[in-house]
């Protein structure tokens, strides 16, 4: 779920203004801007390179936003295009607000919401965007507390968000929803902590595939506390696909800073090791994820019941 502002492009005598590039779009507000999830693209090749080069940018502030919002540049329609998610937080509604008012006003233009709906740099600051959010927080609610009741998961601009009932009862409980909602998703999101990432092998012998993932000593970590496929590899692999889940455990031997220290110590089935590991060294972040708290090398040797000389 969402909602799109577009913003037509300025017309010049034979055409039109030339489409920003990233560099310059990331400028339009007097605060600094940044562009998420853009894989490994070279940093110079990104803000040179126009914005139509791109599906979608994701953007946001370094330090106020949880989603974010979207922008890409229609080439058909000639017009730029900002996509809020329901629900975002008050934060992210604001930046984007502020960022559609700097877009027309650069290019005279008038906003013109996805419903038809006109405004103005004017007015576009009297959107009612908090409709949308507690529309928004609705919608996670009847999901996790309908009959099919599961967890419901949205994504951050550094990590997803996974709802049970226990965390939309805080928040509908709460004398502001609205903040409560924000500031739940925007905390995780800015964490000091290392995500891990889920990778993929095929077992040569029997053609199954494993996933897996890496616990380092004295890294805090966050993981999930029962993996599965994350949407982001979900092209590549299904849930059904996988054989079973292990976990890499690693130690440092010497200089932390020289790659050649780290050593994979062994593995542990997944399972086994939410068992293993102690209950006072972790603890939950939503409804999906724990935050490890480092481990020493004891520790990690201990989950393997391996003796330290």
Avoid at 47 to 76: H, T, W
Avoid at 129 to 145: C, T
């Amino acid at each position: 779920m969402s909602i799109s502002f577009y913003v037509k492009n300025k017309k010049k005598f034979l055409g039109y203004e030339p489409v920003l590039n990233v560099e310059t779009a990331l400028s339009l507000l007097d605060k600094e801007l940044y562009s998420y999830n853009t894989g490994n693209i070279d940093i110079n090749d990104l803000l040179l390179s126009p914005v139509s080069n791109y599906q979608c940018l994701l953007i946001g502030d370094g330090k106020e936003s949880a989603r974010g919002f979207e922008l890409y540049y229609d080439n058909k329609n000639k017009n730029y295009s900002i996509r809020v998610f329901t629900p975002s937080s008050r934060e992210d509604w604001l930046l984007a607000l502020e960022y559609i008012k700097a877009l027309a006003k650069k290019f005279d233009s008038k906003i013109i919401s996805e419903t038809g709906e006109e405004y103005t740099v004017d007015n576009i600051d009297k959107f009612d965007y908090e409709s949308d959010i507690l529309y928004g927080i609705e919608g996670i609610s009847s999901r996790v507390k309908g009959e099919d009741s599961t967890l419901y998961s949205i994504f951050g601009i550094n990590r997803i968000v996974s709802f049970n009932q226990e965390m939309i009862d805080r928040i509908e409980n709460s004398d502001s929803p609205i903040d409560t909602f924000s500031n739940m998703v925007k905390e995780i999101q800015y964490l000091d902590t290392f995500s891990a990432n889920q990778r993929f092998f095929r077992n040569k012998e029997d053609g199954k595939i494993i996933g897996t993932y890496t616990l380092t000593q004295n890294l805090r970590t966050i993981l999930p506390y029962k993996p599965s496929v994350e949407f982001e590899n979900s092209d590549m692999v299904k849930n059904e696909d996988i054989a079973f889940w292990n976990i890499g455990l690693v130690t440092i031997d010497g200089d932390e800073n020289n790659p050649n220290s780290y050593q994979v110590v062994g593995q542990l089935d997944y399972n086994d090791f939410i068992k293993k590991l102690p209950k006072d060294k972790y603890h939950f972040i939503d409804a999906s994820y724990i935050l490890v708290e480092p481990l020493s090398k004891e520790k990690i040797l201990g989950l393997l019941e391996i003796s330290v000389n």
